[in-house]
């Protein structure tokens, strides 16, 4: 961990010590660049190997799959990753069945570009509607808990839907937009806790009116049973996946509209990302992912610089959507602003599965399973 007061920024990338786990070589170089050229060598695909992995993997999925029927599912934000992942699988001949999540913070845009994509692509959609007065609680309970982690719900129960209606359609393949190129550079501190029930029911338990019976969610044991019932793809690792490029097509062949920053697609998102993890936890959630661009050749590391000075939240928006956030959370500017004074805490404050593992000295053990799951 470092030190306070050593600040240090990558030579490489612009992950700096905002990331108090951050680690360098001696050469000045972030242990989040390490983790991104082993991940690139091991998991992202080009030329020939590409082309033959992918025509293998499609072939497979066609063989496992139902004629008639969806062979894989894909999840949709209406964001770049996603839109891209939809363009592409159908263009491999699959047949997706397109999943989202409505958490009720869906920008007009967002639901926009949802339709337009998979309208052209004739790709059908289920959308399940969180139930809002349970999800608005426990949003406001995450809140309260004063972690960082303010979107692990969110993150949860997509990964919760996702494998639900696999389960349900019988679909053994579930294609997600993840992928090395723009999105390897995550500190663990900004944000855990993903796959984590405990931990989500923990801060409810604390902090909520009454329990969670609608809201989507998984056990450790349940996800451990369908890592190897169901087969989830990155599917952009096989391609020279490149978001400027892929923003270009969907702008000119599906009316897409992109967003100004990463996940803007959601107002609670955008709230999060460019006010409350800034201002309360000192995180910039754009270093990671201008760092893994950085990295892919996307852009230099000036410009991923440059872009970091100036804003790309203006402050009338941010007086807006706060306004549009304690008002839908109905919650006053008062207690708004005490959660913001609130101490910052994390994940291993509360019951969770990190906490039981890190308590009980299995460490490397936790490492592990977390690598598996
Ligand atoms: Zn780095």
């Known amino acids: ?51 033959k992995q992918l025509s293998s993997l499609v072939e497979k999925i066609k063989h496992d799959g139902n004629e008639d029927e969806y062979n894989c ?52 959609l289920f959308t399940h509607v969180l139930d809002w007065q349970e999800f608005k609680d426990l949003q406001l309970c995450f809140l309260r808990a004063s972690t960082p982690d303010i ?9 919760a839907t996702l494998m639900r209606t696999a389960e349900k ?5 579930i294609l997600a937009g993840g992928n090395v190129k723009t999105e390897c550079h995550l500190p663990r ?6 796959n984590d029930w405990n931990y989500i029911r923990s801060i409810n338990r604390k902090f909520g009116k009454s329990e969670l019976k609608n809201f989507p969610h998984f056990t450790f044991f349940e ?40 996940h803007y697609e959601s107002v609670f998102t955008r709230f999060y990302q460019g006010y409350i993890l800034l201002k309360k936890f000192g995180y910039d959630k754009r270093r990671c992912h201008l760092s893994s661009l950085v990295c892919s050749g996307e852009m ?43 101490p910052r805490k994390t994940i291993l404050d509360y019951s969770s599965q990190e906490k039981f593992f890190m308590a009980s000295g ?12």
Request: with cysteine; proline share 2%.
């Open 169 to 173: 359609m019988k679909i053994k393949y």
């Open 189 to 194: 501190s900004w944000s855990c806790g993903h």
């Open 151 to 159: 979107e692990i719900p969110t993150d949860h129960a997509i990964l």
């Open 362 to 373: 299995l460490t490397k053990i936790w490492q592990i399973v977390r690598k598996i799951i």
């Open 300 to 342: 230099t590391r000036e410009q991923a610089l440059n872009e970091l000075k100036i804003s790309n939240y203006p402050d009338e928006l941010i007086r807006e959507d706060k306004q549009f956030v304690i008002k839908k959370l109905e919650i006053s500017e008062d207690e708004f602003q005490r959660i913001m004074d609130l």
């Open 73 to 124: 599912i894909i999840g949709v934000s209406g964001g770049v990753d996603s839109s891209f992942l939809a363009m592409k699988a159908k263009q491999l001949g699959l047949k997706p069945l397109a999943v989202h999540l409505d958490n009720g913070w869906n920008s007009e845009l967002a639901v926009r570009n949802i339709e337009n994509i998979l309208r052209k692509l004739d790709i059908e």
């Open 223 to 262: 996800l451990l049973k369908k890592r190897f019932s169901q087969k989830w793809i990155n599917l952009l690792n096989y391609f020279d996946y490149s978001p400027k490029k892929a923003k270009e097509i969907l702008e000119t062949e599906f009316n897409w509209k992109k967003y100004e920053g990463k």
């Open 1 to 51: 961990m470092n030190k306070p007061g050593n600040y240090q920024i990558c030579n490489r990338c612009v992950m700096d010590t905002s990331d108090k786990d951050i680690q360098f070589d001696e050469n000045g170089i972030c242990n989040h660049c390490s983790e991104y050229d082993f991940r690139f060598r091991r998991y992202v695909f080009t030329g020939e190997t590409a082309k």
